[in-house]
């Protein structure tokens, strides 16, 4: 008798027939099983049949698969993967346009599944496709089908980009360029060339040579978000995977077709609000159009190169008006070094040296001319007031200008790679052409500003530096839209409202350190972490929707996941969108007894982030990973939409299983509720009045006794 853990109940449908009900013996062979049922409904050759899931995607059911098989699931007998393929093949190929019609939606269908794709692809079914792509004789639904299916399949990577033909490229990107095509042709053949551009370097270069980025930026234009979405997602990947020579001739020709007034105008400030994926896709575009700066930022100025030197005597220029030059060499040698030092520069000396360090590299002083040139007055303004001062407060600008260009390289995060999954893009980085040199010319005169409100001397530059980097932070996550916007958000940003800021930040953590208040804290903290357990606990019961890892595709595919209102069971399923609101037990398939979990581990530990993907890996990815580890050996992937959602679902599994919740959030959330319990019953405390002994009577003493109840 097999332990009761290899076999789960389910039950099976047949058309036509009463479901089977059986217990599953997960030890037996499946072929075995398949035999026994097919012989309950006296159905001959079993091998031509297999197990489906009835629910959800109804994948086909393999020795590898099986072991996800779940007590109570409805299961489907059906035909092998095998003859599925067969016979969608030869029906494809028919003479009846319905027929076929009928059939390449099925394909569209099963294409998702791993074991029919398999079969299908080693019958040469990819190339059937690609064949009735190209020949041009397929339109509407026909044609949108065939690409879903070909997508569908090639997504599984079984087989190689690389071995896609020539003319199949063309025809694709002939519907990307034709001015009118249906809107599902149109979708899936951006699709198509965007996976062809980010799987294979070869075909990038084809792709590249057919597609014309006019014929992209045209497709921004349509009120159809989804097509927007496509066109930015194959712009990316061609900017991506382009030679390092070719991105800045890529950004030109950008530039010319006016792409970033396009997106503000058509994207960003359309009538629709902008979905998760247009919001990845921005972001993505805003990264790699900052790591154009990379090259300039890794870049070490050669203190002999005289084109580089004249630069900086262009900033004394301007600065100091040179038409006076003294004529001696001496005199012009002992001048140039009090400008430079008036200028903020650490080697008064030859200031080239300061910019040999990267990062910022050459960038610092790209910057610091763009200001001195584009907005004269205010870098004239900024150098003299500071260079007029004796009292040692003044702002040194050059040292200032190359540590904020640092700074400003490290909150961008100029160099990286994109996040995958990230949607924080800034629409004020698409309000204007040179956005970057703007940027770091507001943020310069923040700096400037904030050095006079702290009174700050040489000795204070990097606690300005920290003032500023948290006024600029602050400021960036308050997603203005416009660069005058960010100025208004900075202005009420300054140095007294940051102290303002942090003193009230720190109230949890610096006030009330007496003893009898420490002693009120830690009556308090188990009846507030009570309450931040339920609330998480009720977070779950809610649910969250999460989008599946690896989809690179703009058909974005989901799984929702939430708890049962008794705290049992861990309900589970696939869905075909993002849903609006809650989504009901009854949709959700599967399900995990909270007894099974073993535990819950996260980041690099989890399963799912120890296989490398097609996309790099990535900090952020990892920092949103957890997995749930159930009997027998199953494990249950999330990646978190959030940092929210993350502590939410990884505090509220260790809450089910009786362990610490240990998030950031809730340290924050334990700080910001236990001070604010002991404020108010210290207020209460404040505004009791304690009355007045009244005058004595004799015999009778009067007492008044007053407790104060903590609990």
């Not at 490290?410 to 052409?433: A, K, S």
């Amino acid at each position: 008798m097999p332990p009761p853990a290899d076999i789960v109940k389910v039950a099976i449908e047949w058309p036509g027939a009463n479901a089977q009900l059986i217990e599953m013996d997960q030890k037996r062979p499946l072929s075995s099983i398949i035999r026994e049922v097919c012989d309950g409904w006296s159905l001959s050759g079993s091998e031509q049949f297999a197990l489906r899931y009835a629910d959800g995607p109804q994948l086909y059911i393999t020795e590898q698969s099986r072991g996800e098989i779940k007590n109570g699931t409805i299961l489907r007998l059906a035909i092998s993967p095998a003859r599925a393929a067969r016979q969608l093949l030869e029906r494809i190929q028919s003479h009846g346009i319905d027929a076929r019609l009928e059939a390449l939606k099925e394909l569209a269908k099963l294409s998702a599944d791993p074991t029919f794709a398999t079969e299908f692809i080693n019958m040469e079914g990819i190339g059937t496709l690609a064949r009735l792509a190209e020949s041009g004789t397929h339109f509407g639904e026909m044609l949108a089908f065939t690409l879903t299916a070909f997508l569908e399949l090639m997504d599984h990577g079984i087989v190689s980009w690389d071995l896609i033909s020539l003319s199949f490229i063309k025809q694709i990107a002939a519907y990307v360029n034709q001015p009118m095509v249906d809107v599902s042709i149109l979708q899936r053949s951006l699709a198509i060339l965007e996976s062809m551009v980010l799987n294979s370097h070869s075909l990038y270069h084809r792709v590249a040579q057919e597609i014309t980025v006019g014929q992209l930026i045209g497709h921004l234009q349509v009120s159809n978000q989804e097509i927007q979405t496509y066109a930015i997602a194959l712009i990316n990947a061609l900017f991506l995977k382009a030679p390092e020579d070719r991105r800045q001739e890529m950004a030109s020709t950008l530039a010319q077709k006016h792409l970033r007034s396009i997106i503000l105008n058509h994207v960003i400030r359309g009538n629709r609000p902008i979905k998760a994926e247009m919001a990845h896709q921005l972001y993505v575009l805003q990264v790699l159009t900052f790591n154009l700066l990379e090259e300039r930022m890794m870049t070490k100025m050669d203190p002999n190169d005289q084109a580089q030197r004249d630069i900086i005597f262009e900033l004394r220029r301007i600065a100091f008006d040179g038409d006076n030059d003294p004529t001696g060499t001496e005199k012009r040698k002992a001048m140039y070094t009090k400008d430079y030092k008036m200028l903020g520069f650490t080697n008064h000396v030859n200031p080239a040296m300061d910019f040999t360090q990267t990062p910022p590299g050459m960038l610092a002083l790209d910057n610091m001319l763009y200001l001195a040139k584009v907005h004269q007055d205010t870098y004239i303004r900024i150098v003299l007031e500071n260079s007029s001062r004796e009292d040692k407060h003044e702002c040194p600008f050059g040292r200032c200008a190359i540590e904020l260009t640092r700074m400003l390289c490290e909150i961008l995060q100029v160099g990286e790679l994109p996040n995958e999954g990230c949607n924080d893009y800034h629409p004020m980085f698409f309000t204007h052409d040179r956005a970057w040199e703007e940027f770091f010319c507001v943020c310069i005169q923040l700096l400037n500003k904030t050095w006079k409100e702290m009174r700050a001397t040489a000795e204070d530059f990097n606690k300005v530096m920290q003032v500023v980097r948290e006024q600029i932070t602050r400021a960036l996550a308050m997603k203005p839209s416009s660069l005058d916007q960010l100025k208004n958000k900075l202005r009420g940003l300054n140095y007294s409202e940051i102290l303002r800021l942090r003193q009230s930040e720190r109230m949890s953590q610096d006030d009330f350190q007496s003893p009898p208040i420490i002693e009120l804290r830690e009556r308090i903290q188990p009846e507030i972490l009570e309450l931040i357990k339920q609330q998480r606990l009720n977070r779950l019961c809610e649910g969250s929707c999460f989008r599946k890892l690896g989809n690179r595709r703009r058909q974005e595919k989901f799984w929702f996941c939430r708890l049962s209102l008794n705290h049992k069971v861990l309900h589970y399923g696939d869905l075909d969108e993002s849903p609006q609101g809650e989504v009901p037990f009854e949709l959700l398939s599967d399900k995990i007894p909270v007894s099974d979990i073993k535990s819950v581990v996260t980041g690099k530990d989890c399963p799912h982030m120890k296989e490398k993907s097609a996309l790099k890996q990535n900090k952020e990815v990892l920092e949103l990973a957890f997995s749930v580890l159930y009997d027998p050996d199953e494990t249950l992937n999330f990646v978190a939409p959030n940092k929210y959602e993350y502590c939410i679902w990884t505090d509220g599994l260790c809450a089910l299983l009786g362990r610490e919740m240990g998030s950031d959030l809730t340290r924050s959330d334990l700080d910001t509720l236990i001070s604010m319990e002991m404020k108010l019953r210290l207020l209460d405390l404040e505004n009791i009045t304690i009355p007045e002994a009244p005058p004595p009577v004799p015999k009778e003493p009067s007492s008044y006794n007053f407790t104060y109840n903590y609990s």
